[in-house]
């Protein structure tokens, strides 16, 4: 049997409160490393969902320094399981904006990799409007990770939330056994694209993908969609979470990558 890599998505209704959701952070990351996960995902904004758009810029660390990223390292030595510490708030070159920024912290709690959130969501509506932009400052890097874990590699591309929406990340960042995208899409668009856009990415990219969301009404009356899932190189469905806090596992495999890459080599064939 090809190696087999066992990974959880966690699943939470973030509030306005950092200590609060890093103790349920800390609760649902020990469940999903006693459940036998390698590896473990927070979802966006999982340490902040904030009452105003500003709370997050006077929450952000430095990069390598702060309260947030000291207990993420002590998350993932605790467990010994490699965290993706879906996005915090990081310093920005704008002293009025932060970076969304994804964390990747090994088992001796280092941290090993970084991607800054490039596509910025925004909308406007005759009774709503909505503009990423105005806290947050756009990265410029595709995200990529490998893991050496049970003597094999593992990579993984890193994106988050509005970037599932532009298919030529992905493309870009070529073969990959897996995407990681934490998200916290909101429950208009959620229920109709979420599922069809990360089974898209499965599907065209022959991969894994591996959301973590953000799932229910939050205290700052947003309404987030949830439905964290574990999606195979085939597109199906392997585990879902609706609603609500939890989390998801599941195992990659090589064998499948290998299975549906042979049976239908589409990579192959590409002209552009």
């Avoid at 904030?50 to 207990?71: C, M, N, S, W």
Wanted: include cysteine; aromatic fraction near 8%; glycine fraction near 8%.
């Amino acid at each position: 049997m090809s190696p087999e890599l066992k990974v959880a998505s966690i699943q939470m209704v973030s509030t306005p409160d950092i200590k609060e959701n890093l103790d349920t952070a800390a609760r649902l990351i020990k469940g999903a490393a006693t459940a036998g996960a390698e590896v473990a995902v927070l979802p966006e904004y999982f340490c902040l969902m904030g009452l105003k758009d500003t709370d997050k810029v006077r929450a952000r660390e430095a990069p390598g320094a702060g309260p947030i990223q000291e207990r993420l390292a002590a998350f993932a030595t605790e467990n010994n399981i490699h965290l993706v510490a879906g996005t915090i708030p990081l310093e920005a070159a704008e002293s009025n904006k932060v970076l969304n920024t994804t964390l990747v912290f090994d088992p001796q709690g280092q941290q090993i990799a970084r991607y800054d959130k490039i596509h910025l969501f925004g909308f406007q509506t005759a009774n709503e409007r909505y503009e990423e932009s105005e806290t947050i400052a756009a990265g410029s890097v595709p995200g990529e990770l490998t893991l050496h874990i049970n003597q094999t590699d593992w990579r993984f591309g890193l994106s988050i939330c509005y970037d599932l929406r532009f298919p030529e990340l992905y493309r870009g960042l070529g073969s990959v056994d897996c995407h990681i995208i934490p998200a916290a899409f909101t429950y208009t668009t959620g229920k109709d694209h979420w599922e069809i856009l990360l089974r898209a990415r499965a599907i065209e990219n022959q991969c894994y993908v591996l959301s973590s969301a953000q799932g229910g009404a939050h205290l700052n009356q947003r309404r987030t969609w949830g439905n964290s899932m574990l999606i195979d190189p085939w597109g199906a469905v392997l585990a879902n979470l609706p609603e609500g806090e939890g989390f998801i596992t599941g195992a990659l495999s090589k064998d499948k990558l290998k299975e549906v890459r042979s049976k239908l080599p589409a990579l192959k064939h590409r002209r552009l």
